[in-house]
């Protein structure tokens, strides 16, 4: 893990973080492996490789594993037996997140010489920015471990169009937005109605977030590794 600043190491320190009984891992028995229980899920977690906003892989993402608690993998589990039922499947690119990936990101945002991946994700957005316009955020959800990034795809892995790609920080990318168009609505709202069906709530800046209403660990972060 890279030397954390005072400023992010203080932050990452005053997180809340809940010793649970775990495996040789270090993965607490509260968490599985959602990619064996969710029904078609196809996992692609975009902060173990490359293709993410910093434009390498994200400290604490050791495997392109999608980690859930288990509330939040059950769940899961009925949206993709109800998209199912009309040729979709769910794909996600992100789910439990550890606090050292969150302290990497706040690394990344303060190194404003970086700008590799702006052209992709953050064209019309100065970098500067990014946490007080919601885009990034200093203490995340999915570090509780009931938090999923995902969209609908088509069992060839084809992803429905959402109007935006995943991580596009950007008005644009609001699940609310009416500057995209029709069809690119309706697969938002779809995907908003069937998450929001199985218990989940979802986050208006972006189109592919939502958290399980009844989460296990409302007040609970977590750092062990994704592996």
Known sequence: MRKLGPLIAGVLCAQVVVAEPAGASGRPSTFVDAGTFVPGLVVDMRYAGSHNFVGRPIEGYQAPRCLLTRAATDALAGVARDVAARGLVLKVFDCYRPLR??????????????????????????????????????????SRGSTVDLTLAHDDDSELDMGTPFD????????????????????????????????????????????????????????????
């Open 101 to 142: 990936a969150v302290a990497d990101f706040m690394h990344w945002v303060y190194d404003l010489k970086d700008q590799s991946a702006k052209a992709e994700f953050y064209p019309h957005v100065d970098k500067r920015t990014l946490f007080r316009e919601g885009y990034i955020a200093s203490k995340s959800g999915h």
């Open 168 to 227: 596009f920080f950007s008005p644009k990318s609001w699940t609310g937005d009416s500057s995209v168009g029709a069809e690119q609505h309706a697969n938002r709202m779809l995907l908003a109605a069937t998450m929001q069906r199985r218990g989940f709530r979802g986050y208006a800046k972006e189109w592919w977030h939502f958290t399980l209403r009844n989460e296990p660990f409302p007040n609970s972060y977590f750092d062990f590794p994704v592996q």
